[in-house]
């Protein structure tokens, strides 16, 4: 029922924005506003992210379906924990999330040969807003979080849809975002996020929880504070 009404909420909020392009022949869709920090974006993909409190022990570009994504191997200051970190930044105004975790279950099946979900679970976290954004809000993050097992290694997996006010694994939930953005002139950036932590074998994923919590929360922030 809450997808039905957010459908016919959106319906309404495109019939009302629609209406004044309909009525002077100028349609928004044809020309969305345009993303003002994208040129920051598209350098995600060559640099990747500075972590406080990691350090970046490889970065590259990796195809990764259709797209090339920021592939980061990162290591936390003062400790073995290791993790990888996939980002894939919104490349153009059109541009908008659509298959990644399936291009993700893709690259980690053709990387290792297997790429198996389990213990699948959504999650929350919040991050506290940037200086630049002089707000005392929280950020809210709902994410994916399960255990992807492969021949060589186990990994706990997060993904989300990194956006300015906080992060989701839905598309269409960005989307929505992004249509209101639009009726206000604006627009919805968004980077995608997959964080995979290596785990005991066939291990419980939650073991990895507060690790993955902790990477998430950095990650997050460092985009709201730059790119987005």
Not at 85 to 109: A, H, I
Request: no cysteine.
């Amino acid at each position: 029922m809450s997808q039905v009404a957010a459908l016919l909420l959106l319906l309404l909020l495109l019939a009302m924005a629609g209406l004044p392009g309909y009525l002077t022949g100028r349609w928004q869709w044809k020309q969305p506003p345009p993303i003002t920090n994208l040129k920051e974006l598209r350098e995600i993909r060559k640099t990747g992210l500075t972590l406080p409190g990691w350090q970046n022990i490889e970065q590259t570009e990796q195809q990764i379906g259709e797209h090339k994504w920021s592939l980061q191997v990162i290591k936390k200051e003062g400790s073995q924990s290791q993790a990888i970190l996939l980002l894939l930044p919104q490349n153009g105004p059109m541009d908008q999330p659509e298959v990644e975790w399936t291009d993700v279950n893709g690259w980690g099946r053709s990387r290792w040969g297997k790429w198996d979900v389990a213990q699948f679970r959504s999650a929350e976290f919040t991050v506290k807003p940037p200086a630049k954004l002089a707000s005392n809000v929280q950020t809210q993050v709902e994410a994916r979080f399960f255990r992807a097992s492969t021949p060589q290694q186990t990994f706990a997996v997060l993904q989300w849809y990194a956006t300015p006010d906080g992060g989701t694994p839905s598309p269409f939930r960005w989307f929505l975002a992004d249509q209101l953005a639009q009726w206000h002139k604006q627009r919805t950036p968004w980077v995608s996020v997959s964080i995979l932590i290596p785990m005991e074998p066939l291990g419980q994923v939650e073991t990895s929880w507060f690790l993955a919590q902790s990477i998430g929360e950095t990650v997050q922030a460092a985009l709201m504070a730059g790119p987005l």
